[in-house]
């Protein structure tokens, strides 16, 4: 898997402050929104390369099995 690529970017004030609110009402980071953003840009002018990986949907990530196979089996233990 390829690293993710880190840029500086350099927004106007009151640009920055409607894309963190936007962000905050969608759930999701100042960052993610960004990306969510131009990733829809991208598909809309035909040009988002077809070897780009999906976003991660908003949220915490899912638990893996091995950590909820054990919190749901000290769970029962406790009964």
């Known amino acids: ?9 350099r927004l ?3 640009v920055h402050d409607a894309l ?6 969608e759930m999701r980071s ?3 929104q960004i990306e969510f ?13 077809g070897h780009a990986r999906q ?7 899912p638990a893996d099995a091995s950590s909820a196979d054990a919190s749901s089996a ?4 406790a009964d």
Request: glycine share 6%.
């Open 1 to 9: 898997m390829s690293e993710r690529k880190s840029i500086l970017l």
């Open 12 to 14: 106007d004030p009151a």
């Open 20 to 25: 963190a609110k936007w962000a905050a009402d």
């Open 30 to 32: 100042t960052n993610a």
């Open 37 to 49: 953003l131009l990733r829809r840009a991208l598909g809309d002018a035909g040009r988002m390369p």
């Open 55 to 61: 976003m991660r949907r908003p949220g915490r990530p």
């Open 74 to 77: 000290d769970a029962s233990s």
